[in-house]
């Protein structure tokens, strides 16, 4: 039997195991992180995950048994400053340490977006119970960074030995943090950021993860950091999850001046602009005042597609703008992942940068499935908004 936890963090996911005879110090621990996303403007993500490797590397977990995946093109990204040599000290690290795959994800409700295709929570939650039934795990920890995060475990049971805990709570965004004026992108995102700097500074064999819930919880005052599953396993010691048992030195962080907290979906438009603010150059202002009059107007134009779609399902103004507003709990999730595959297919696929704002608005999906509109109305709908049929 195995005894295994998984933490999901920054848009990243990491699984760590070990042998239930020797659960203190012996046997195999694995620990796969995920960062959840590409392109330089989500460097964060990967800036997380390299941080959580060398959290779970320093407490003792062999590096052979870390298994990071993340998108690769950090290091050599054309938007990185000229001024820092062209691999820095994180893509140096997770290069030369991490064993790598290449994956990537965003959040919406019930799902996180990756490469090529979704994961949804109706799979995860498959998959988890296929791993409680063939003894995959004793014990399974999940931390999970993403937008709308906590509608993953929100239906977590509490009979199969996991315990999660998320950025935020179903409905509501995760925050990104530390802006940094010469790479021009977020190091961080806050959630993340407050476990990961906990487990930096705290003895890990000593704190409980409910103790560790708890200060997160309140450090992290821009969303509702949530808990599921069985929460007797947070009586256990982090270090059961994070490590190996190796006694690792506390780390002091240095004092933050400020923590630029921006709610994730914003970042692209924040991220332009504050390069207009700092530039100088005419021509390069003008060029990035266009990327952010471009950038609005394809917001807009998803808004307003979405909006004829519930239109056209609802054939009702008042019905209009009660599904635009809502935020209800999934519950019919085989309705919720067809409509999402569809939008995805025929309207905006999210998965191209320029449409990731699409996330955004799946949200009026999961209203229109909880109305009980049916699936194949919602078909028609996007046909004839996003076919012209
Ligand atoms: C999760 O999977 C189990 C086992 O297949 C099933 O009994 C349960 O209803 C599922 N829960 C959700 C919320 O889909
Ligand atoms: C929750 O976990 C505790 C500690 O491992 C265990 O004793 C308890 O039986 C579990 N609860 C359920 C409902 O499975
Ligand atoms: C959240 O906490 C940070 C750091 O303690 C603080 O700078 C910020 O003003 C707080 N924000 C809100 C919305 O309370």
Redesign the pocket.
């Known amino acids: 039997m195995i005894l295994k936890a998984v933490l999901l963090l920054g848009c990243a996911l990491g699984i760590s195991t070990f042998p239930m005879e020797e659960p203190e110090d012996g046997g195999k621990h694995w620990v796969v992180i995920v960062a959840g996303s590409n392109g330089w403007y989500n460097y964060r993500h990967q800036a997380d995950v390299c941080h959580a490797y060398q959290i779970v590397h320093r407490n003792g977990i062999p590096d052979k048994q870390i298994i990071v995946m993340m998108y690769d093109d950090i290091a050599d990204n054309e938007d990185q400053p000229k001024a820092l040599s062209s691999i820095d000290l994180m893509a140096q690290m997770c290069m030369l340490e991490c064993p790598r795959t290449i994956q990537r994800s965003h959040g919406a409700p019930g799902l996180l977006a990756f490469p090529d295709d979704d994961l949804h929570v109706k799979d995860l939650n498959k998959t988890i119970w296929y791993m409680y039934h063939h003894k995959k795990y004793q014990k399974m920890v999940f931390y999970i960074e993403a937008c709308e995060s906590g509608s993953m475990m929100n239906h977590l049971a509490d009979n199969i030995n996991v315990y999660a805990t998320t950025a935020a709570n179903p409905k509501e965004s995760s925050y990104a943090c530390y802006y940094d004026d010469e790479r021009q992108t977020y190091l961080g995102d806050w959630y993340s950021v407050n476990w990961m700097e906990d487990s930096d500074m705290e003895d890990l064999r000593k704190e409980t993860l409910h103790k560790q819930f708890q200060l997160v919880k309140k450090?992290t005052?821009?969303s509702h950091v949530m808990q599921y599953g069985n929460r007797s396993i947070s009586s256990m010691k982090v270090m059961q999850f994070q490590g190996k048992g190796k006694k690792a030195m506390p780390i002091s962080l240095p004092p933050?001046e400020?923590?630029d907290?921006t709610p994730s979906p914003d970042v692209p438009f924040a991220i332009m602009k504050r390069k207009l603010m700092a530039t100088n150059d005419i021509s390069e202002a003008k060029k990035i005042a266009a990327q952010m009059k471009a950038y609005l107007e394809v917001k807009e134009f998803i808004q307003e597609s979405m909006q004829k779609i519930v239109t056209i399902v609802t054939g009702s103004t008042e019905q209009t703008k009660q599904i635009l507003s809502d935020r209800l709990t999934i519950s019919n999730y085989d309705c919720y992942q067809s409509a999402a595959n569809y939008f995805k297919a025929h309207c905006f696929n999210w998965h191209l940068p320029v449409y990731e704002y699409a996330l955004r608005q799946l949200y009026a999906l999961v209203n229109l499935c909880e109305g009980g509109y049916p699936i194949e109305r919602i078909f028609l709908a996007m046909n004839r908004v996003c076919l012209g049929n």
Request: glycine share 0%.
């Open positions: 450090r005052n821009t933050v400020k923590y907290l």
